[in-house]
């Protein structure tokens, strides 16, 4: 696994959130994991996923 990918658990503690809600976020298409392991465990980028959480909220940068 690249270095700066970080598992869902890692995301939810960088994010302040519960690991539930960025799975739910993920089926709801609010965000999308960058990779899925073989093991089907997603794995993300912090910096996109914050991206995609600022579109969503019409921010821009």
Not at 24 to 51: H, M, N, Y
């Amino acid at each position: 696994m690249p270095r700066d990918l970080i598992a869902s658990s890692e995301l939810a503690k960088a994010l302040g959130v519960s690991r539930s809600t960025v799975s739910r976020w993920v089926r709801e298409g609010r965000i999308t994991p960058t990779e899925i392991t073989a093991g089907g465990q997603s794995r993300f980028r912090l910096d996109d996923v914050r991206g995609e959480l600022r579109r969503q909220r019409g921010q821009t940068g």
